[in-house]
C-alpha cells in the first residue's frame, strides 16, 4: 500500500471511530434521559400532580423517543402538563442549569390507532 493510499485509509479510520464515540456518547445520554423522563412522568402520575389523588393515566408503551400513556379523557390536560414538566425535570437531573431544551410533540387521541 503506497504512503497515499495509508495516509487517506487511516484518515477514513479515524473519522469513522469519532463518528462511532460521538454517536455512543449522544445514544447513551439520550437513553438515560429518556429513563429519568419515564420515571419522572410515573412518579407524578402517582402523586396525582397538584394535590388530587393518584391519576388513573399510566404509561404503557416506550420506543425510541416516544412515550404512550394510557387514561381517561378527563385527565388529558393534566397529564399533558406532567408529561411536558417531567421532560424539564430530567433535563435538570443530568445537565443542571445548562441551557439543553427538549422539545416535545404531544398528542391525545381516541385509540392508538389515531395517534400521531
Known amino acids: 500500500m503506497s504512503t497515499a493510499e495509508a495516509e487517506a485509509r487511516a484518515r477514513t479510520v479515524r473519522r469513522s471511530a469519532g463518528r462511532f464515540t460521538r454517536n455512543f456518547v449522544i445514544q447513551g445520554t439520550a437513553a438515560e434521559w429518556a ?33 404512550v400513556l394510557h387514561g381517561p379523557a378527563e385527565e388529558a390536560p393534566a397529564v399533558h402538563q406532567i408529561v411536558t414538566e417531567a421532560a424539564q425535570a430530567a433535563g435538570r437531573l443530568l445537565f443542571g442549569a445548562a441551557p439543553v431544551e427538549f422539545p416535545l410533540s404531544i398528542s391525545a387521541a381516541e385509540s392508538y390507532a389515531a395517534a400521531h
Open 35 to 67: 429513563l429519568c423522563w419515564m420515571g419522572e412522568i410515573r412518579r407524578r402520575l402517582r402523586v396525582g400532580g397538584a394535590d388530587g389523588p393518584p391519576m388513573q393515566t399510566r404509561l404503557v408503551f416506550f420506543v425510541h423517543d416516544e412515550v
